[in-house]
């Protein structure tokens, strides 16, 4: 139906991004495909070293799923910033990541972990990390008749894990200006066996932060040498720039974001847990 | 196109266009007009009912896809004709309102938490109403009769006090 309906047709499930863009004209869609109720695109299970969920998985289900808390902490941990609690009864994992937003939390995730996404055009099946799945902003590298049918998180095996998430909006679970999320999982010493952080909001995609994670493995994240790491790692980073937050301000945000998201899931590994938010 | 609408707890088959909002043939087609028509794309939660108890934008769901949903307006929440459930008696003692326009979507948003979590504490009440916008900024007396209305739900199957 879709490839038949060429660019007049558009693939709907919970429509919080679709139907405002429609309200506003922004999007004229002729025809939508209701994909909401297709039973076998909603699921979380686990496959092997990844849970795997469906794309139209509701994100309050995603809130409050015991395998999700269990073995993809940082996407529970960031499930209470998606929207509100009405956009998350009906949006979806999959609508967020096909919709590429730079502030979506649930795609800094998946370029964070390196999650696989799986798509199908017509009757073919690929699949591709998250890293290239984004290729700007509201820009996914599916063509008009693909479809996301899926995404793979890997899940860390290792006994102690902690993850952190900060981000920054004018008001509480509007759009972020910029976001930083970490893993850390901490080796029989205490230190990082190994990490990974991503920020978002902050570049056209969320963007992990290979040099950063390599040159904290090993290390106890002393929160006196960080600073000085983070801001390095973000020299190189060129931020959007627009009327809520210019690029300078992007860069400073995203720095102190950063450090409290690597501060954070370090003393969550540690088994100190922080209730900031 | 054909649609079954359970609204209130009666089934009701209705045609509609296929881009006919839930809120619209709420609104227009079966009467229900306590779920307003606020900025129409998501980001005022006025239009707020609550589909299978979970508080959903009715403007931004197209009433092809509620088919089969059980969907709860503000005209179904009082016990009986005449009367008030606790959450909307609060709301009157509080003063939770001012022009009342947010109100009906308030309330729904405070049934949906107190079934849920009978005891909220007042960031809870803050973060569940966060997603509704009341441009008389009562937010306080809001906030009040949420937790006024969880109190005496609370106590509404316990004995009275200094009964034997």
Redesign the interface.
Known sequence: MLSAGGDDARLIAG??TL??LM??RLARPKR?I?I?RIGELAFVRSEGDAVAIGATTRQ?VLERDGLVRTHIPLLAKVMPFVG????R??GTLGGSLANADPAAEIALVAVTLGATMVCRDGGASAELPAAQFFTGPMTTALSSSACLTGVRFPVWRDARIGVGFHEVNA???DFAFASAAAQIALDDDGACARLTLGIGAVTAVPRRLDALEQMLQGTRAEESKLREAVVAALADVEPLSDLHASAGYRRRAAASLLMRAITDAWRAAHGQVSHAR | MHVELTVNGSTQALEVEPRMSLLDALRERLLLTGAHAGCEHGVCGACTVLIDGAPIRSCLMFAVQADGYAITTIEGIAPGPGELSPIQDAFCETHGMQCGYCTPAMILTAHALLAGNPAPSRAEIVEAISANICRCTGYAQIVEAVALAAERMRGLNQPAAGRP
């Open positions: 429509g919080q139907v405002p309200a506003m939508l209701d909401a309050c509100h609690a009405p956009i009864s009906r008001r509480r679970s």
